[in-house]
């Protein structure tokens, strides 16, 4: 297989049956024989008493999990970052886009396999959308990505009145998949349901307007709701959860143009900070090739791998890519929350997949780093805030501290997220 290839697999629990299958990076589907026995061995241990999660190749490692012992997922990946932590975020994110489309209800109680399948093929575009993303870290976080925009106390004036037009407490302006504002219900939804309804915009093709049926995997899974949502300029995108009322065209003919023609430029401006995710204004040090900060407490996060945009434009041969850059986070990140920042559990139990602290450590660490030929790694910890960064290579290590506390001031005083 390719070292980028990932596979994912769908199967009735019960019975094995293959509900679908989806891959990226590669030209080759699973034989029947693979996936038979990729499931086999799975059902094989369960029979025994053993819970099978997870297991590795000298290339690939494939991770199985079971939900409400209906559905059986099994992913396969031979990417480099790929890890226990990760693919089971996959998994959880897969499901659960699963249940927004087509409702809880129906993966539990499986009455016809034919028609699932059948209807499971209009989460393919969602699901195909966690396995090839790169422009988001969302899927990893389970925090939205956000934008820091210009003009950003106007939209949200302007959301909170069309929203209240729509007969509706739940808004959000998204541009290109990330959150430019939202309405101060939206962000109580579950991180889990906003994460979702910002991936399925993005993943569908433009539209200028549209009504979809969509089932809230935390907050709402076996009730449905409209997700109305309506292009404001090319790659700005307005969404109202609502009930029955008021119709599609109610609101596109008497509330959008009100309420967002008149500030269409602080629209497009939207756009123009979509790379960096935060303005030209805000000053970072040079140093810095990529960030993700992580607010633990709203559930949202600022993510970019172009710190620098115009540096980058005019460099013609770049040290570490912007591909490599954004593996290099992930894989950072990933080491960082399985190893080193334990997550804080509701229930104050470890989630199963993480890794054990070293041996004889007692303390959980607060500040991490890591450093290769290409790049330098950071992380940090605070009560509210997870800072991650990405440095060029002849950064002097020791100063890594002292620009990760600068740049997490930089973005909780002079410009708050």
């Known amino acids: 297989m390719e070292e980028s290839s990932v596979f994912l697999l769908c199967l009735t629990a019960s019975s094995g049956v293959p509900l679908y299958c989806r891959s990226k990076g590669s030209s080759r589907q699973l034989t029947f024989s693979v996936i038979g026995s990729l499931n086999g061995v799975h059902m094989f241990a369960n029979n025994q008493d053993v819970l099978l999660?997870?297991?590795?190749?000298?290339?690939?490692?494939v991770v199985w999990r079971t939900f409400h012992d209906s559905i059986n997922l099994i992913v396969m990946s031979c990417e480099n970052s790929a890890s226990d932590l990760s693919l089971n975020k996959l998994l959880e994110n897969i499901f659960s886009a699963m249940v927004l489309v087509i409702g809880l209800d129906e993966l539990?109680?499986?009455?016809?396999?034919?028609?699932?399948?059948?209807d499971l093929r209009a989460c393919y575009k969602l699901i195909d959308s966690f396995l090839t993303e790169s422009e988001k870290m969302a899927d990893l976080t389970q925090c939205v990505d956000c934008v820091i925009a210009h003009d950003v106390a106007i939209l949200q004036?302007?959301?909170?009145?069309?929203?209240?037009?729509?007969?509706?407490?739940?808004?959000?302006?998204?541009?290109?998949?990330?959150?430019?504002?939202?309405?101060?219900?939206?962000?109580?939804?579950?991180?889990?349901?906003?994460?979702?309804?910002?991936?399925?915009?993005?993943?569908?093709?433009?539209?200028?307007?549209?009504?979809?049926?969509?089932?809230?995997?935390?907050?709402?899974?076996?009730?449905?709701?409209?997700?109305?949502?309506?292009?404001?300029?090319?790659?700005?995108?307005?969404?109202?959860?609502?009930?029955?009322s008021p119709s599609l065209q109610k609101v596109q003919s008497e509330l959008v143009e009100r309420f967002w023609k008149p500030i269409v430029d602080p629209l497009k401006a939207c756009l123009r900070v979509q790379l960096r995710s935060f303005p030209a204004s805000v000053p970072l040090h040079r140093g810095i090739l990529g960030l993700l900060l992580v607010n633990r407490d709203l559930n949202k996060s600022l993510y970019t791998v172009q710190a620098h945009p115009m540096d980058d434009m005019q460099r013609t041969e770049l040290k570490i890519t912007l591909e490599q850059r954004r593996a290099?986070?992930?894989s950072f990140y990933t080491l960082s929350l399985s190893r080193y920042f334990n997550p804080d559990s509701a229930d104050g139990k470890n989630i199963p997949y993480e890794e054990q602290f070293a041996s004889g450590f007692s303390h959980h660490a607060h500040q991490c780093y890591t450093v290769s030929s290409s790049h330098k790694c950071y992380g940090l910890k605070t009560e509210l805030h997870q800072l991650f960064l990405i440095f060029k290579p002849e950064v002097p290590t020791f100063s890594m501290q002292t620009i990760a506390k600068k740049t997490l001031q930089l973005f909780t005083k002079d410009f708050p997220f």
């Open 328 to 330: 290099a986070l992930r």
């Open 53 to 61: 999660t997870s297991t590795c190749t000298e290339n690939s490692r």
């Open 157 to 244: 004036e302007c959301l909170d009145g069309f929203t209240q037009a729509a007969e509706s407490d739940f808004g959000c302006l998204i541009a290109g998949g990330k959150v430019v504002a939202a309405t101060e219900k939206w962000w109580r939804l579950a991180s889990q349901d906003v994460l979702l309804l910002c991936w399925l915009v993005a993943s569908l093709s433009p539209h200028s307007s549209r009504d979809y049926p969509v089932y809230l995997p935390q907050g709402s899974p076996t009730v449905p709701h409209r997700l109305l949502t309506f292009q404001l300029v090319p790659g700005v995108d307005v969404c109202v959860l609502c009930g029955p």
């Open 108 to 118: 539990i109680s499986i009455k016809n396999v034919e028609r699932l399948k059948k």
